[in-house]
């Protein structure tokens, strides 16, 4: 298998525009995972799905902030209107049942927000 | 809501000595515990983790680490480094209340310096 696949690994915007991350989880994985990484809060839980049913949202930082699951194949995290203070590396994770949370990273999308 | 801390934030290390990075965590149900590390520009990889059982756990690239209940930790062992291994080490817990998986909850990393 491929491994998760993010998509784009660098992206640079202006504020106030719209930005959207993509997801591909490992085939057969039930759980889809968004973390961010900043150096001043380290590595923090999103939003996660099972079955690509939104079950935990508390991470999101705002209502800026939206994530979908269309399909058991792909995730979108969108930030709209971007801000400066957005500016991270997107990590998206797939765990498969069953396995007691062992989780699958992708690569990162190292976001920039100018 | 558990916690972890990473006492280290960087550890700098001479090649072939050995190295123990340090991880503690809070949590007032049983954890999972893991270790990752990230290369420069990459994503995290799993090294090793602790389901159940045994509290020795062995990963790869020849690293091991062992889960203490009584102490909450949860301290990771190289007997003799390699200059590949620099990089980041995270510490990483997880709750698993049979409804499901759960988010993992990440130590701030450790960065491993290693010294020719």
């Known amino acids: 298998d491929a491994g998760v696949i993010q998509s784009p690994r660098h992206e640079v915007t202006e504020m106030g525009q719209e930005v959207t991350l993509r997801c591909k989880p490992i085939?057969?994985?039930?759980?889809l995972f968004w973390y961010r990484q900043t150096m001043m809060r380290g590595l923090e839980l999103l939003i996660y799905?099972?079955?690509?049913?939104?079950?935990?949202d508390s991470g999101m930082p705002e209502d800026r902030f939206s994530a979908k699951m269309p399909n058991a194949s792909f995730s979108t995290l969108k930030i709209q209107p971007s801000e400066p203070r957005d500016s991270a590396v997107y990590f998206c994770?797939?765990?498969?049942?069953?396995?007691?949370?062992?989780?699958?990273f992708g690569a990162g999308t190292r976001l920039s927000v100018l | 809501a558990q916690s972890v801390t990473q006492l280290d934030s960087q550890v700098p290390v001479f090649e072939e000595a050995p190295v123990e990075l340090r991880c503690n965590y809070s949590?007032?149900?049983?954890?999972?515990l893991f270790w990752y590390v990230q290369y420069p520009n990459q994503g995290l990889q799993l090294l090793l983790k602790y389901l159940s059982g045994s509290t020795l756990v062995k990963g790869i690239n020849g690293f091991e680490a062992e889960f203490n209940k009584s102490q909450t930790s949860f301290h990771l062992r190289k007997p003799s480094v390699h200059i590949s291994d620099t990089a980041e080490y995270f510490c990483?817990?997880?709750?698993?209340?049979?409804?499901?998986?759960?988010?993992?909850?990440f130590g701030k990393g450790t960065h491993l310096i290693i010294q020719p």
């Open positions: 949590s007032s149900v049983s954890v999972y």
């Open positions: 085939s057969g994985h039930d759980y």
């Open positions: 799905f099972n079955n690509n049913v939104p079950i935990d």
């Open positions: 990483a817990v997880s709750t698993y209340s049979g409804g499901g998986a759960d988010g993992l909850t």
């Open positions: 994770a797939s765990s498969p049942e069953g396995t007691k949370n062992i989780q699958y």
